[in-house]
């Protein structure tokens, strides 16, 4: 048999195809095959022999997937513990299955990542041809092999830090990629933190679900990290809110923390001696270690913003001399998730605490404690038990009070509670019609369900988890 001659480079996009009429050109990139060995990906499908030197073939679709899952990959992969692998059920390999059907979607689901196509005024929109969508679905399966515990907790503040990691590892994962270090330079006239291609995430996408519901989603692409949302705990916020505002939806929610990384992004790099396009990457680098660091040691408590940016204050001590506390603290204190009074408790409390943030690894999570809902609440035949966000926090911080000083954090149950509520509300959670009494309050199934309720080995009903999208 005659082997397929390699190819030498493929043909994809830097970060995102941008919105229609596409003005960008692809750039040429080194055939995409090794990933981190304890991070591998693939494609499913025959590795085409052409380069897909045109957007809109299937060629051009398949390797700029694989160069973004392996960009992920080799970002987040050297970062991580050693031995690090991914959860269970997705097994050795993390697969992407490019055509999923017909949505404006993607998600990840502990089977692998699905990315779906949709026509839209005449442009037919692949989602998993967009670096950024597909760098930002692999961050969920790079969460959740970091800490598995995450997935099946009920709070929307935990869910919304999933999204938030899923956009900030389409960010760094980007960042080092052609020219994209040097363009946002140019955009931003110098300050990253500002709106530029790296901050504006899945600009075709978000184009694509603009055309259907123009307030769905930002004016300029699907979810702006260049922001000024402020934290509230999403227990006091609506459900949802037009893209403008601010909902205890996990991607609404997921601004607040996006927000805060960029500019911490930005701080960093402006300590760096140059500032030029190499200092933004190496920025990025310090952000992923400090990220991977904090979130090995934080608890999973309902106000995990400020626990998380908590224990990357006590990183900073730990890898960097505490060299840029400074860019962290204004980044969490602007955005809230920190008061300015927490940022300086959360410092001083630091190295007391450092022994449990360096050196450790994966646990597989602690029990966490569960609320027990009544089945008259939803109209469901049996009552139901769900996950609480309730480990102890290591740091005594909960974000801040819009008008002074720190709120007081919803305990576990409320938090995990009002997540179920706005679930119920949103339709995300499937409920098998033996379950369902006939004045059940379960929303028609035309969205993507997220959750479900099944019947437990032990005999109960349980809510758990389907996917991210
Ligand atoms: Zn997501």
Redesign the pocket.
Known sequence: MKLKPKLASVQTWEDDPGEPPIGRTPIQRPTPEVSHPSLPVSVAGEPPAESGDYPGSAEFRYWAAADAMSRASNFWGPLMPANTTWNGSVGQVLTAQLDSGDDLNA??DRSGLCFFRHTVAGVTVHSGESPDVVC??AG?AVLDALRPQFWGVLSAEVGAF??SF?DMSAILSSLGVGAVADEVLTETQGNPARSSRLSRLAEQLGWAIRQIDPSAVDRDCLRNAANNFFYRDPVTLRPSEPASQLSSEV?SFSRVFTGAFLDAVAGIFYQQPARDGDALVQAGQIMGRLLVAALLATPTVPALYAQVAAHMLAADKALYDGRYGPALRSAFVRHGILSPSEAVAADQAAPQHLAAITGVVPEPGADLGTVTVPAERYGLTEPFTASAPSEQPRFAVAGADPAIGSLTPADPAKAAETFIEDLFRQGRIAVADEFLTTSAAVVDGTRTRTHQVTRQDSGGLVLDRLL??
Request: charged share 20%; hydrophobic share 20%; net charge negative.
């Open positions: 998600y990840y930002h679905e969920h999933h999204e899923g991607h991210f999208l």
